[in-house]
């Protein structure tokens, strides 16, 4: 079984190819894509869990593809953005836009993608589950109503 289904999108072939393995040994299905447009036509067409996504990539770049997404196909599709030219303007600019969660490359290790991967898909999971059954949601986290 499957623990999810994560799309890789890179412009280097090497560096998709590295995490898709990494991946597929944590138990993933990976699917690649080497441009944005790529990787809109896989998200339309695919049960996607995850989007990796790189910034900076010929045509369409991260942000592009990740307010198409966001905007057009899955809403709440959690997409991690992938970058080597980061800076702190560049990552708030991602996450306002619904990034879940953004990485410097060259990665430490290719464990700290694995890992970011399980922890956002964990986090998904969970906050998806407590929006279908809000009973099962730990009633300390309300706030007392004021009068």
């Given at each position: ?86 800076s702190p303007e560049t990552a708030v600019r991602a996450m ?7 990485l410097c490359k060259p990665f430490d290790t290719t464990e ?36």
């Open positions: 079984m499957s623990n999810g289904t994560i799309l890789v999108v890179d412009d280097h072939e090497e560096l998709r190819e590295l995490l898709q393995h990494v991946l597929i040994s944590k138990g993933y299905k990976v699917l690649s894509a080497s441009n944005g447009e790529e990787a809109i036509e896989k998200v339309r067409a695919n049960g996607i869990d995850l989007a990796l996504l790189d910034m900076k990539m010929p045509g369409m770049n991260g942000i592009e593809v990740l307010r198409t997404i966001k905007n057009e196909i899955n809403s709440s599709l959690p997409v991690i953005i992938m970058t080597a030219y980061g306002r836009l619904g990034a879940s969660d953004y700290q993608v694995a890992t970011a991967v399980k922890e956002c898909l964990d986090s998904h999971r969970r906050i998806s589950k407590e929006m279908e059954d809000p009973l099962t949601t730990d009633p300390s986290h309300f706030l007392p109503l004021s009068d």
